[in-house]
């Protein structure tokens, strides 16, 4: 049985692909509906990301160390808990020692009474536990373990 393939005058038999005419317009439609289908499936994906927390490397957390407060030999941090993945710690030294701050084995510089650091670490999930390396500074209590969600 032969039908008329639209404005383009040619005819075309059904069922059979040996005789089945090219049809720009089904390409294009089955094109449009690939491209609409794509759409919708990152229409969903985004706002589902978000809403479940997916972290980006550009999400960063910082978190302030302080060396020698209370005491000469002592840490104290602004949050006992961060989230996992890159934490930038600023560390200052208001002791009257010089002091370092070492996590998830990285180290910082020396830092001078006054002066202050930066060292930007990756942290896994768990604990992860601090110190500084001077001689005798760690078993004399600056030391200490930081909660990683």
């Not at 927390?53 to 030999?73: D, M, Y």
């Amino acid at each position: 049985m032969k039908r008329l393939a639209g404005r383009l005058g040619r005819t075309e038999t059904r069922g059979d692909p040996a005789t089945h005419a090219f049809d720009p317009r089904r390409t294009m439609r089955r094109t449009g509906m690939a491209v609409c289908a794509a759409l919708v499936t990152l229409a969903i994906a985004v706002p589902v990301s978000a809403a479940t927390g997916a972290t980006t490397a550009t999400q960063a957390t910082t978190l302030k160390v302080t060396a020698g407060k209370p005491t000469e030999f002592h840490f104290t941090l602004s949050k006992k808990s961060v989230a996992k993945g890159l934490v930038t710690f600023k560390v200052t030294n208001r002791g009257k020692l010089e002091h370092d701050f070492k996590i998830a084995g990285k180290t910082s510089k020396k830092v001078k009474p006054g002066k202050a650091t930066t060292l930007k670490v990756k942290l896994r999930k768990g604990k992860a536990k601090f110190l500084c390396t001077l001689p005798g500074h760690a078993a004399a209590g600056m030391k200490g373990t930081l909660v990683v969600k």
